[in-house]
C-alpha cells in the first residue's frame, strides 16, 4: 500500500520536462518542513489515502492524460514510503518515463536506475541545508536534473558554491526561486552576471494556475 495524496494530469512545471503534458502521482509525507514549502496538503495525512498499485494504476486512468506516457512520482518526499520501489517498477514495465521529484535528504541508491531524478538540493532559507546525503551524488547521473530552490542572497552563494565545489555527473542545474520571497527577474539577472551554466527555473504549472 502506498499513501497517496493526489492522482491528476497536467504540465510538467519545473524541470527540463517543463512544458510536456504529464502524469502526477504525488505521494502524502515528508520527512522535512521546508520554510517555504507548497505543498503542505501533501504533508498532512487528513488529506491522503491508502492505495494499492492496481488501485493507484485505476485512477491514473481516470484522472485522464491515457495516451501521455511522461509520468511524476512526487509529494511530500516518496521515498519515505518503502513501497514507492514496487511502484517505479510496475511504472517501468508499463513503459513510462519516470521522473521522481526528491528533495535529496534520502538515500537513492535504492531508485531504478531508468528513473529520471529531479534532487533538490536544499538551500540555507529552507532550514534544512544541513541535511543533503552526500553519497547520493554518486547516483545522480548525467540524464538526472539537481534543482536548487532559491530564495535569498545567501542561498545563491551557497547554490554557487556547491556547484563549485562538489563534481557532479550531470550538467541539468536547475536555480528556482521562491517566487514570494525571491523575484525571478532579480534571479536571471544574477545567473546572467556571474555566466551560470545553470538553468533558470520557472513553475510553468503556476503561471498556467494549474495544479
Ligand atoms: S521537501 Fe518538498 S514537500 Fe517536503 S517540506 Fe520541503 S518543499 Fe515541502
Redesign the pocket.
Known sequence: MLNINDIFYSIQGESSFAGYPCRFIRLAG?N???S????KE??NSAYSMNMDIEGILNALNNAGGKNVKLIEVT???PLIQENVYRLFEELLKLNYLVLLET?GTINLRKVPEKVIKIV?IKCPS?GFSNRFDYENLNYINETDEIKFVIGTDNDYDFAVDFLNKEKLKTKRIIFSAVSAVMPLKKLALKILENELNVRLGIQLHKILMLK
Open positions: 515528508c522535512i518542513k521546508c517555504y514549502c507548497d505543498s501533501a504533508l509529494g511530500g518526499e528533495n533538490d529552507s
